[in-house]
């Protein structure tokens, strides 16, 4: 059974650090990997979205590596901003064989940007 | 042109009671998936429409839970006889391709469900 693992819990930096979330997920068995962003009182929004053939995705101060094997997943943050305040979330897509059309997060780094 | 819509935002119901869900998803987008979100917690999966066809209802807690999606566009989560475990962000998302595969899911801001 699938499981994501999320690494730390919460995270508190001051403006202008350079930080990494961690994720790891116990099958290397998955068809892509996403990392989300989540506001209170809102929804998930779609950062980057890693296919497990690829190593990693960049959109503009974040990227995202994926090392399939050992299951993991890093998302860096260059020179944060109070903006970045959030919930960020990693979620797996495993084949359809195993998971059905499930998708696995896990319970999320709560990050909080000092200025 | 507008992202998911759920309505509504906010649902207080009694225990007991009956409650409905709405979910607009992206036009044009195949696939739909429906989630709880406990507080402090990642969503968990309940629900999947493949156009308006449910291929995956493994995350449904019970047959209290009924999803439906007609015409392959809008779709309604209902839960029956609700109880106080019922209480969470019911979000939904929809993706362009089939099993959101290749392209990422977009999600709403979700129903907040509280069941007095």
Do not use: M
Not at chain 1, 35 to 61: A, C, V, Y
Not at chain 2, 9 to 25: E, I, N, S, T, W
Not at chain 2, 26 to 39: C, K, N, P
């Amino acid at each position: 059974k699938q499981e994501v693992t999320q690494i730390p819990a919460a995270l508190s930096v001051p403006e202008g650090e350079n930080l990494v979330l961690n994720c790891s997920f116990t099958d290397s068995a998955i068809y892509n990997l996403q990392w989300f962003r989540q506001d209170p009182g809102k929804g998930l929004t779609s950062l980057l979205l890693i296919q497990s053939s690829q190593r990693e995705q960049t959109s503009g101060r974040l990227n995202a590596s994926l090392d399939k094997s050992s299951g993991r997943s890093t998302l860096y943050i260059a020179a944060s901003q109070p903006g970045d305040s959030a919930t960020y979330l990693c979620a797996v897509r495993p084949p359809r064989g195993t998971g059905g059309f499930k998708t696995i997060f896990g319970a999320g780094t709560r990050l909080f940007v000092k200025a | 042109g507008a992202g998911v819509s759920q309505s509504p935002r906010y649902k207080v119901a009694k225990r007991g009671q009956d409650v409905a869900l709405r979910c607009d998803p992206i036009s044009g987008h195949v696939s739909l998936f429906w989630y709880q979100q406990a507080l402090g917690q990642g969503p968990e999966f309940l629900t999947y429409f493949q156009n308006e066809a449910q291929l995956d209802k493994s995350g449904l807690p019970s047959d209290r839970f009924f999803a439906e999606r007609p015409e392959g566009s809008v779709s309604t989560l209902k839960i029956q006889r609700t109880q106080q475990e019922d209480s969470a962000v019911y979000l939904c998302a929809s993706s362009l391709d089939q099993g959101a595969i290749n392209q990422p899911q977009h999600f709403g801001d979700g129903t907040r469900l509280s069941i007095l």
